[in-house]
Structures are given as structure tokens and as C-alpha cells.
């Protein structure tokens, strides 16, 4: 079973950075890839960025070149810097790792952290 843990949330205003961190269970080179979402109350989860070895890292559209997601693989480490937050990004945050074995597919998430941005 792989494990995701994620941490780095807290309270920050508006214009201000966090950096959030995702430790994986497993090497993060050898996942399809390893993504963060976000989801408040009431509405789907998003894509925030996704950041595989065999693909082009991908941000979701809302965020406009704010975050940053990057990897440290002799760490089992995945980032998401976030700069200039707003309070629309308010959410909790979501990592999850994804990996293929034959032709199964395999996704795990973690338990969120809570990103709130005051105005």
C-alpha cells in the first residue's frame, strides 16, 4: 500500500506563500505521476499540477503561473510552491500518487491539508 502524506497547509494573506510538501511511500520516479488537488465544500476536486518523469508537468487553469509543483526523487518528496495566493484559493489540498502494475491502474491519496487565504 502506498502512502501519501501531506503537510505545509496553514493560514496566510492574501499575496503570501506556502509551500506544501507530499512525502510518497516509494520511489517518486517510479509512479505514472503525482499530482495535487484542491476541493472546497460543496464542489469536485480540481486539478492543481501533475508532475510524472514521462509526461509534461500540467497546472490546472485557475492557477496562472502562481505554483510551482516540483520533485526531490532521493527524497520521495513532491512540492507545490504557492505564491501570490488569493482567497479563492482557499481549499483543502489534496496529493495523490498514481502507478500502473501490468494493466491495472492504481491510484492513492492523501488526507489534505487546509490552505485558507485571508483578505
Known amino acids: 500500500q502506498v502512502q501519501v502524506v501531506e503537510s505545509g497547509g496553514g493560514l496566510v494573506e492574501a499575496g503570501g506563500s506556502l509551500r506544501l510538501s507530499c512525502a510518497v511511500s516509494?520511489?517518486?520516479?517510479?509512479?505514472?505521476?503525482i499530482g495535487w488537488y484542491r476541493q472546497t465544500p460543496g464542489q469536485q476536486r480540481e486539478l492543481v499540477a501533475t508532475?510524472?518523469?514521462?509526461?509534461?508537468?500540467k497546472y490546472g487553469e485557475s492557477i496562472e503561473g502562481r505554483f510551482t509543483i516540483s520533485r526531490d526523487n532521493g527524497k520521495n518528496m513532491v512540492y507545490l510552491q504557492m505564491n501570490a495566493l488569493k482567497p479563492e484559493d482557499t481549499a483543502v489540498y489534496y496529493c495523490?500518487?498514481?502507478?500502473?502494475?501490468?494493466?491495472?491502474?492504481?491510484?492513492?491519496w492523501g488526507q489534505g491539508t487546509q490552505v485558507t487565504v485571508s483578505s
Open positions: 516509494g520511489n517518486t520516479f517510479s509512479f505514472k505521476r
Open positions: 495523490n500518487a498514481e502507478w500502473v502494475t501490468g494493466t491495472t491502474g492504481w491510484v492513492s
Open positions: 508532475i510524472s518523469e514521462s509526461e509534461p508537468t
